[in-house]
């Protein structure tokens, strides 16, 4: 809980399993994902506004292909890892929040929310209705 405010906080991950989510992959992999993650760095303010732009116009996939179509292609074993079985982790973890009482609010980067393995579209595949606001 946030003191004085009546916030309570909760992640549907720990640093640990993060960790192991990138650790338990081949080291190939992990070499070639973090070669691509250093190519991305140059592209990063160029990447970071288009995706403002894309989300302001409510357009998720060009999201998805800036922050995940080279993961995809380039390392699929991270893509796997590292987004889809983590997005399939905290879809249930979702349910039961918002089988709950209040308000929640959810927030995950973007890399999660796209895509047909992303949270939105696995959370529609249960029934729920996810609208942009």
């Given at each position: 809980?946030?003191?004085?405010?009546?916030?309570?906080?909760?992640?549907?991950?720990?640093a640990?399993?993060?960790?192991?989510?990138?650790?338990?992959?081949?080291?190939?992999?992990?070499?070639?994902?973090?070669?691509?993650?250093?190519?991305?760095?140059?592209?990063?303010?160029?990447?970071?506004?288009?995706?403002?732009r894309?989300?302001?116009?409510?357009?998720?996939?060009?999201?998805?292909?800036?922050?995940?179509?080279?993961?995809?292609?380039?390392?699929?074993?991270?893509y796997?890892?590292?987004?889809?079985?983590?997005?399939?982790?905290?879809?249930?973890?979702?349910?039961?929040?918002?089988?709950?009482?209040?308000?929640?609010?959810?927030?995950?980067?973007?890399?999660?929310?796209?895509?047909?393995?992303?949270?939105?579209?696995?959370?529609?595949?249960?029934?729920?209705v996810?609208?942009?606001?």
């Amino acid at each position: 809980a946030v003191a004085g405010t009546g916030v309570e906080l909760g992640y549907f991950e720990n640093a640990e399993q993060q960790v192991r989510a990138l650790a338990g992959l081949p080291d190939e992999v992990q070499v070639r994902g973090f070669a691509e993650g250093l190519r991305e760095m140059e592209r990063t303010p160029a990447m970071l506004d288009e995706m403002v732009r894309a989300w302001a116009a409510g357009d998720v996939d060009p999201i998805d292909r800036i922050v995940n179509a080279d993961m995809r292609e380039q390392t699929p074993e991270m893509y796997e890892a590292l987004i889809v079985q983590r997005n399939r982790d905290w879809v249930p973890q979702i349910l039961t929040l918002l089988d709950g009482e209040g308000t929640v609010f959810i927030a995950v980067g973007a890399a999660h929310l796209s895509g047909e393995n992303g949270v939105v579209e696995l959370l529609r595949e249960t029934g729920i209705v996810v609208d942009r606001q």
